[in-house]
């Protein structure tokens, strides 16, 4: 196994280790609550990837799929006369299926769409789910909001049970993220994102490929949304369906680094504890949201790639300098180099020709 690899499973494990013995370290409520909320970032940005960031297509209209986890949680636990507990987290996979689903004629629709065409369709989609939420009362009992079973657990250790939770959503997430990412369907996706046209030219099936990755994601955001309802322990349509979301998710896969499986992930990290940190700091007038744009503002304008590629490019930068300035391979002009480069390190690397193979 090459070192680079080796090093970088080292480090997942022990950001594993790490994470697991977080809430038994730490068990201040409010340490764990923002946590979890951080650990549902880490999976709805990196779900969101998964489908922007290796595809080209922004979408912002994830939280359509948020606010229909949630609310599938809600009627199916009231309707069978659930009690809180453990296993109400027993529907959180079929409330990620249930947003796949909503996905299937959201996708089909949108994604005969392209560039800032999509953008919009999928904004246009939000609001209209965010509409129906408000009046369609028989499913979602419009703003009077819905009361999902009370979880039976001590308030010292309320949030590690959803610390937990979290958690597994977000392991999920990576994991098929990066699944994704270094299989041939991922290979198409990034072909699309470099050139649809060609990629199709090539034998793609660019409209089945796109479809696949939008609902994939949706799953994940929707277990993401289910988590955060039971947590809340009440839904209502301005919570379910929030625009902040989607921006707040974009901007974490650009600030780690889009098209990356790492980068969403450190842009989570970073990012949620900071705007948890503004809201209790700063809660008048709405100053969090503006910081937070401006710093979304920020990003795109010195950060284009992210903090994980453009850190890459640096090292790289600084090896060849140093290359230069007379190392040892530097007196062997005519030694051939090889470079070995992993998908991680090269997201905008060219794959029309793997491909087409």
């Given at each position: 196994?090459?070192?680079?690899?080796?090093?970088?499973?080292?480090?997942?494990?022990?950001?594993?280790?790490?994470?697991?013995?977080?809430?038994?370290?730490?068990?201040?409520?409010?340490?764990?609550?923002?946590?979890?909320?951080?650990?549902?970032?880490?999976?709805?940005?990196?779900?969101?990837?998964?489908?922007?960031?290796?595809?080209?297509?922004?979408?912002?209209?994830?939280?359509?799929?948020?606010?229909?986890?949630?609310?599938?949680?809600?009627?199916?636990?009231?309707?069978?006369?659930?009690?809180?507990?453990?296993?109400?987290?027993?529907?959180?996979?079929?409330?990620?299926?249930?947003?796949?689903?909503?996905?299937?004629?959201?996708?089909?629709?949108?994604?005969?769409?392209?560039?800032?065409?999509?953008?919009?369709?999928?904004?246009?989609?939000?609001?209209?789910?965010?509409?129906?939420?408000?009046?369609?009362?028989?499913?979602?009992?419009?703003?009077?909001?819905?009361?999902?079973?009370?979880?039976?657990?001590?308030?010292?250790?309320?949030?590690?049970?959803?610390?937990?939770?979290?958690?597994?959503?977000?392991?999920?997430a990576v994991a098929l993220s990066w699944a994704v990412r270094r299989s041939r369907f991922g290979l198409e996706l990034f072909a699309i994102r470099d050139d649809e046209d060609r990629a199709r030219g090539l034998g793609v099936r660019t409209g089945q490929v796109k479809l696949s990755a939008f609902v994939l994601s949706a799953v994940v955001t929707g277990m993401c949304g289910a988590v955060y309802a039971y947590y809340l322990g009440s839904i209502y349509p301005p919570f379910a369906f929030e625009a902040i979301f989607d921006v707040t998710i974009a901007l974490m896969g650009f600030f780690g680094g889009l098209g990356t499986v790492s980068g969403p992930v450190i842009g989570a990290l970073i990012l949620e504890p900071l705007q948890q940190y503004l809201n209790l700091q700063v809660t008048s007038g709405g100053v969090a949201l503006i910081l937070f744009g401006v710093l979304f503002l920020l990003v795109i304008r010195y950060l284009p790639q992210g903090i994980i590629p453009s850190s890459a490019e640096i090292l790289r930068n600084v090896r060849a300098r140093r290359a230069e300035q007379g190392g040892p391979r530097a007196s062997q002009p005519d030694q051939p180099t090889v470079h070995v480069t992993g998908p991680e390190e090269t997201p905008e690397s060219t794959t029309l020709g793997e491909v087409g193979k």
């Open positions: 196994m090459p070192s680079g690899r080796k090093a970088q499973w080292v480090v997942t494990g022990a950001a594993l280790v790490v994470a697991l013995a977080f809430p038994l370290i730490f068990s201040n409520p409010a340490t764990t609550s923002v946590a979890m909320f951080t650990l549902l970032f880490v999976a709805a940005s990196s779900a969101w990837n998964m489908f922007s960031g290796y595809s080209g297509y922004t979408a912002l209209g994830q939280a359509v799929f948020f606010g229909s986890g949630a609310y599938f949680l809600a009627n199916v636990a009231n309707l069978w006369h659930m009690q809180g507990g453990v296993g109400v987290f027993a529907l959180v996979p079929l409330a990620g299926l249930f947003a796949g689903l909503v996905a299937v004629p959201v996708g089909w629709i949108s994604l005969r769409t392209r560039r800032h065409t999509f953008v919009v369709i999928t904004i246009a989609f939000f609001f209209i789910f965010q509409l129906l939420a408000y009046n369609l009362t028989g499913l979602t009992n419009g703003s009077a909001g819905m009361q999902l079973p009370i979880p039976p657990w001590l308030a010292a250790t309320y949030n590690t049970y959803f610390y937990f939770a979290a958690l597994g959503v977000a392991i999920i």
